[in-house]
């Protein structure tokens, strides 16, 4: 496709569940990354993956948030057993190997009640 | 630590009205600063990247320079379409990741 695509668009979870975020990065595109982003605030870095592996995956919050990129393009966020502070906007980024720019996708609103 | 501190929170201007956003750094090693604009609901779109101080680059009525320890985004003569979040990032020299300042939330009166 022609940019980053994020899906779901909005996922409503309950307290305690478990959910999977979808990230399909601009074709031909290395280096992917997720962010999170809270209302008012800029986003912060989550994980990034260059090809296939984990190369910095030193803003996870904890260990109930998982992420992979099994074939080195699609990658999936994962979070288990949500708390209402896991509410926010992930965001998801790619890059080039040509280039430091990152471009984004829309997000996944994600709220847990 | 590598912070990023953007300046004002918000600002309101009247169409015509030209105006600077700032963004002071402090980062190990600069590799790139960026600017991004954000509008509600939606993710980050890719503006500027700067590398060195001294360098500018221009978009439209926006036009983007880095310093030492700063970057302005200049916006000349905007338009109400100008409204929208800015957002600026820095690179350290060291890291893939990018860390990003709150944002400038700029709105255009007609």
């Known amino acids: 496709g022609a940019g980053v695509s994020q899906t779901p668009s909005n996922k409503v979870t309950e307290k305690g569940k478990y959910v999977e975020l979808r990230c399909d990065p601009i074709?031909?595109?290395?280096?992917l990354y997720w962010y999170r982003q809270s209302l008012g605030q800029g986003p912060e870095f989550l994980i990034y993956?260059?090809?296939?592996?984990?190369?910095?995956d030193s803003g996870l919050p904890n260990d109930r948030f998982f992420a992979v990129r099994p074939e080195g393009s699609v990658s999936t966020l994962k979070i288990q057993r949500t708390e209402r502070g896991d509410s926010a906007v992930y965001l998801c980024a790619s890059s080039s190997y040509l280039s430091d720019t990152q471009y984004f996708g829309p997000g996944t609103r994600l709220t847990v009640l | 630590e590598d912070q990023v501190t953007q300046s004002p929170e918000a600002l309101r201007l009247q169409e015509g009205e030209s105006s600077s956003l700032n963004c002071s750094y402090t980062?190990?090693?600069?590799?790139?600063l960026f600017w991004y604009r954000q509008d509600p609901g939606k993710g980050p779109e890719f503006l500027f990247t700067?590398?060195?101080a001294g360098e500018e680059k221009e978009k439209e009525r926006l036009k983007a320079t880095l310093t030492k320890k700063e970057s302005f985004l200049h916006i000349t003569a905007p338009k109400p379409e100008d409204s929208a979040t800015y957002l600026c990032?820095?690179?350290?020299?060291?890291?893939?990741?990018?860390?990003f300042g709150k944002g400038t939330r700029l709105h255009i009166l007609p």
């Open positions: 074709s031909g595109h290395t280096a």
């Open positions: 980062v190990s090693g600069l590799r790139g």
């Open positions: 990032a820095v690179q350290p020299g060291r890291d893939d990741k990018i860390i």
């Open positions: 700067l590398y060195s």
């Open positions: 993956f260059q090809g296939t592996g984990a190369a910095d």
